[in-house]
């Protein structure tokens, strides 16, 4: 089993940035993908980015690509995600997800088995 906690949401201004962290424990934490997902107020999860075990390949959605930055830190067992140029339209429940490594798709909720409780991020325009 994984466990994953999240942190560094909080409130920015639109243009300004903040600093996700995932801390995880549990098992060898280089053996999994992770992944960011957010929820907005009203909406569905969705997908925001990833990166593979070792962190040789990432993948941005299209709407955070050249704005969202993730980063790991095997020997710390960190994953981050460095948000710029925020937006409204940012403001979410961001969680943190963990998968067995994988060539599944990285978009796709489900085969993320672990998950974390999600911090709240709030963009003011």
Same mark, same amino acid.
């Given at each position: 089993?994984?466990?994953?906690? +999240?942190? @560094? @949401? &909080?409130?920015?201004?639109?243009?300004?940035? *903040? !600093?996700?962290?995932?801390? $995880?424990? /549990? !098992?060898?934490?280089? *053996?999994? %993908?992770? /992944?960011?997902?957010?929820?907005?107020? &009203?909406? +569905?999860? %969705?997908?925001? $980015? $990833?990166?593979?075990?070792? @962190? &040789?390949?990432?993948?941005?959605?299209?709407?955070?690509? @050249? !704005?969202?930055?993730?980063?790991?830190?095997? $020997?710390?067992?960190?994953?981050?995600?460095?948000? +710029?140029?925020?937006?409204? +339209?940012? #403001?979410?429940?961001?969680?943190?997800?963990?998968?067995?490594?994988?060539? *599944?798709?990285?978009?796709?909720?489900?085969?993320?088995?672990?998950?974390?409780? &999600?911090?709240?991020? #709030?963009?003011?325009?």
């Amino acid at each position: 089993q994984v466990q994953l906690v +999240e942190s @560094g @949401g &909080g409130l920015a201004q639109a243009g300004g940035s *903040l !600093r996700l962290s995932c801390a $995880a424990s /549990g !098992r060898p934490f280089s *053996l999994y %993908d992770m /992944g960011w997902f957010r929820q907005p107020p &009203g909406k +569905e999860r %969705d997908f925001v $980015a $990833a990166i593979n075990s070792v @962190g &040789g390949r990432v993948y941005y959605a299209d709407s955070v690509k @050249g !704005r969202f930055t993730i980063t790991r830190d095997n $020997a710390k067992n960190m994953v981050y995600l460095q948000m +710029e140029s925020l937006k409204p +339209e940012d #403001t979410a429940v961001y969680y943190c997800a963990a998968r067995p490594m994988t060539t *599944l798709q990285y978009t796709t909720q489900n085969t993320y088995p672990h998950w974390g409780r &999600g911090t709240q991020v #709030t963009v003011s325009s």
